[in-house]
T-cell receptor, first 112, second 113 residues
Framework: GNSVTQMEGPVTLSEEAFLTINCTYTATGYPSLFWYVQYPGEGLQLLLKATKADDKGSNKGFEATYRKETTSFHLEKGSVQVSDSAVYFCALIRGGSEKLVFGKGTKLTVNP | DVKVTQSSRYLVKRTGEKVFLECVQDMDHENMFWYRQDPGLGLRLIYFSYDVKMKEKGDIPEGYSVSREKKERFSLILESASTNQTSMYLC????????????FGPGTRLTVL
């Protein structure tokens, strides 16, 4: 079946540190891949997405590249800020399906 | 901007009560979804709807039902609330089946005593 595995948290970083949150997936066909972010007390917001192999999604300084050969979609940011503290979810949707499949989320805390 | 609103941010109910959670979207989206979010389990799909009066079960439909009488509104119903339904409930919508971006509401934190 389709599944998403992302690194266990929590992750704690200092401001301006480099961030990587690993995400790997298992899926039939050619899924689209997403990163969603959930700030404290809020719903999920789409952070970025990629719909085919080698696509790079980017937004707010975050990037992730769709790597079909390694079935990965790792989230990176070169310099995190305190305001990036949130829970990050990796997700996929298989072509022809309406259902998002989520990872369990990674909580990021950035300290000043 | 797409806006998805949920009727309550916080709700406290008693075991056995019938509970209605309402979700409204203002962008004429065909698809609407209900998830529950629990620590360590992530988001799990309860039900979704791809058209008015149409619904499909998600991964954990037991103990829940849904209603979609109008395109913009999707209700989640707990017929007889139980303590194991204490959770955060998130509603989402998307434009049509092949537009994959789902837009989420702020969530309803339901506590069943």
């Amino acid at each position: 079946g389709n599944s998403v595995t992302q690194m266990e948290g929590p992750v704690t970083l200092s401001e301006e540190a480099f961030l990587t949150i690993n995400c790997t997936y298992t899926a039939t066909g050619y899924p689209s891949l997403f990163w969603y972010v959930q700030y404290p007390g809020e719903g999920l917001q789409l952070l970025l997405k990629a719909t085919k192999a080698d696509d790079k999604g980017s937004n707010k300084g975050f990037e992730a590249t769709y790597r079909k050969e390694t079935t990965s979609f790792h989230l990176e940011k070169g310099s995190v800020q305190v305001s990036d503290s949130a829970v990050y979810f990796c997700a996929l949707i298989r072509g022809g399906s309406e259902k998002l499949v989520f990872g369990k989320g990674t909580k990021l805390t950035v300290n000043p | 901007d797409v806006k998805v609103t949920q009727s309550s941010r916080y709700l406290v109910k008693r075991t056995g009560e019938k509970v209605f959670l309402e979700c409204v979207q203002d962008m004429d989206h065909e698809n609407m979804f209900w998830y529950r979010q629990d620590p360590g389990l992530g988001l799990r799909l309860i039900y979704f709807s791809y058209d008015v009066k149409m619904k499909e079960k998600g991964d954990i439909p037991e103990g829940y039902s849904v209603s979609r009488e109008k395109k913009e509104r999707f209700s989640l119903i707990l017929e007889s609330a139980s303590t194991n339904q204490t959770s955060m409930y998130l509603c989402a919508s998307s434009l049509y089946i092949r537009e994959y971006t789902q837009y989420f509401g702020p969530g309803t934190r339901l506590t069943v005593l």
